[in-house]
C-alpha cells in the first residue's frame, strides 16, 4: 500500500518567495496533520484537517503560513513570504478518526531551505 | 516544562546489548501511547502502539506502559546496528471523533556499534 507521499523532497529557495508543500495522505484516513522539525524545538504540530475540514490552525506560526485541503487525497501548506527561519523538514502525517484514535503514519518530508 | 520529557541523548550501544529508552509526561488525560522510530533524513515510522497501562511485545522490542507514574519505555533486546536510529515516544488523549493532538518528546538518538 503507498504511504504518504510528500512533493518535492529537498526544495531551496530565495527568502520572499512563496513555497507550496504538497501531500497525499494515505487512502482511507480521513484526518490529516502537518507538523514542522527542527533541530531546536523537534517535532511541532502546525495544523491538522478532520474530514478536510481545519480542525486545529493553533500551531500555525505566523499568517504567512496557510494550508488548505481541497478534497480527501490532496493538501498544500503555502509559505507567503518565505523567511530563512522557515528552514526546516515539513513532515505531513494521516490516520482514520473514528470510534478509537488510530495511530498517525508520516511521510519521508520536504526538506525546505530558505536562503 | 514540558508535557513529554525524553533524553536526547546520544545513546551509543554494542551491538547485542538491551537497550531501554524512556518519556515521562504530565498529563494524565493521555491514554494512547506509541514510539516512533526516525532514520536519517526519513519520516517517523510507527514501532509500537499501545493503549492504557500494561506491556506490548513485538519480536525484539517490547513498550511497557505505567499510567501511575507516567512513564513509558522502549526495550530492545539483542540490538543491531540497523537499530541505529532517533526513537521519538508520542501520545495522545481520546478526542473522539474531533481529531487528536499527538505529544511528542524531543527523541533520543541511539547508535549500536558493531
Known amino acids: 500500500d503507498a504511504g504518504v507521499i510528500q512533493s518535492p523532497r529537498h526544495e531551496v529557495t530565495e527568502m520572499g518567495q512563496e513555497v507550496t508543500l504538497r501531500c497525499k495522505p494515505i487512502s482511507g484516513h480521513n484526518s490529516l496533520f502537518w507538523y514542522r522539525q527542527t533541530m531546536m524545538r523537534g517535532l511541532e504540530l502546525l495544523i491538522y484537517f478532520n474530514n478536510n475540514v481545519p480542525i486545529d490552525d493553533s500551531g500555525m506560526p505566523e499568517d504567512r503560513f496557510s494550508a488548505k485541503m481541497p478534497n480527501a487525497s490532496f493538501s498544500t501548506l503555502k509559505i507567503q513570504p518565505s523567511e530563512p527561519r522557515d528552514s526546516a523538514v515539513y513532515f505531513c502525517a494521516s490516520n482514520r478518526q473514528g470510534n478509537s484514535n488510530q495511530p498517525q503514519h508520516f511521510g519521508d518530508g520536504t526538506r525546505l531551505s530558505i536562503l | 516544562q514540558k508535557e513529554v520529557e525524553q533524553d536526547p541523548g546520544p545513546l551509543s550501544v554494542p551491538e547485542g546489548a538491551i537497550v531501554s529508552l524512556n518519556c515521562t509526561y504530565s498529563n494524565s488525560a493521555f491514554q494512547y501511547f506509541m514510539w516512533y522510530r526516525q532514520y536519517s533524513r526519513k519520516g517517523p515510522e510507527l514501532l509500537m502502539y499501545t493503549y492504557s497501562s500494561g506491556n506490548k511485545e513485538d519480536g525484539r522490542f517490547t513498550a511497557q506502559v505505567d499510567k501511575s507514574s507516567k512513564y513509558i519505555s522502549l526495550f530492545i533486546r539483542d540490538s543491531q546496528p540497523s537499530d541505529s536510529a532517533t526513537y521519538l515516544c508520542?501520545?495522545?488523549?481520546?478526542?473522539?471523533?474531533?481529531?487528536?493532538?499527538?505529544?511528542f518528546g524531543e527523541g533520543t538518538q541511539l547508535t549500536v556499534n558493531p
Open positions: 508520542a501520545m495522545s488523549a481520546l478526542l473522539g471523533t474531533s481529531g487528536s493532538r499527538l505529544t
